[in-house]
């Protein structure tokens, strides 16, 4: 665990890796388009997708001399302009950090680990089946390859709720 110090005329504050990335997290929630986060490592990210997780999963934050910097990996919704969600993330978890811990120089990485797929067919011209068309939502993984299934009792992370 680390931590984030600041030195003040009247003693030293210390705020630790984990506010920091649920302070990011919480703004993430409020990103048109995310739907979930995923952990670093693709095996430990199915359990970020499948599971109820905490707000700052999904973010890594590391402190130096050029200030912070977080990284986030996010799952978005099929159909969406990926670029144009990625500079949402990063403005508004910037935004959200900078407000928070008082820190300017703050750098956000988004890493876009999959895609949620709607159940049913797939928006847009007719064709072959969608990927998660007969059961439920599928997510397309890392580099787009491959695809999970989740199960009736796997429902996702919702960063809304």
Same mark, same amino acid.
């Given at each position: 665990?680390?931590?984030?110090?600041?030195?003040?005329?009247?003693?030293?504050?210390?705020?630790?890796? /984990? $506010?920091? *990335? !649920?302070?990011? &997290?919480?703004? +993430?929630?409020?990103?048109?388009? %995310?739907?979930?986060? #995923? @952990?670093?490592?693709?095996?430990?990210?199915?359990?970020?997708?499948?599971?109820?997780?905490?707000?700052?999963?999904?973010? /890594? $934050?590391? *402190? !130096?001399?050029? &200030?912070?910097? +977080?990284?986030?990996?996010?799952? %978005?919704?099929?159909? #969406? @302009?990926?670029?144009?969600?990625?500079?949402?993330?990063?403005?508004?978890?910037?935004?959200?950090?900078?407000?928070?811990?008082?820190?300017?120089?703050?750098?956000?990485?988004?890493?876009?680990?999959?895609?949620?797929?709607?159940?049913?067919?797939? @928006?847009?011209?007719?064709?072959?089946?969608?990927?998660?068309?007969?059961?439920?939502?599928?997510?397309?993984?890392?580099?787009?390859?491959?695809?999970?299934?989740?199960?009736?009792?796997?429902?996702?992370?919702?960063?809304?709720?």
């Amino acid at each position: 665990m680390g931590l984030l110090e600041f030195q003040t005329d009247h003693g030293r504050i210390a705020i630790s890796d /984990e $506010v920091i *990335a !649920g302070i990011a &997290g919480t703004a +993430l929630a409020q990103c048109e388009g %995310v739907v979930g986060t #995923v @952990p670093r490592g693709w095996r430990q990210g199915l359990a970020g997708l499948l599971g109820t997780e905490a707000h700052g999963r999904g973010v /890594e $934050v590391s *402190a !130096g001399d050029g &200030g912070l910097e +977080l990284t986030v990996r996010i799952v %978005v919704a099929y159909g #969406v @302009p990926i670029p144009e969600v990625a500079r949402t993330v990063m403005r508004r978890v910037g935004e959200a950090v900078r407000r928070a811990v008082g820190e300017e120089r703050v750098r956000v990485n988004v890493h876009v680990a999959g895609v949620r797929v709607p159940q049913g067919p797939l @928006p847009g011209p007719s064709g072959p089946a969608a990927p998660g068309a007969a059961g439920a939502p599928a997510v397309a993984g890392p580099g787009g390859s491959g695809e999970l299934r989740a199960g009736p009792e796997d429902r996702g992370t919702n960063l809304r709720g």
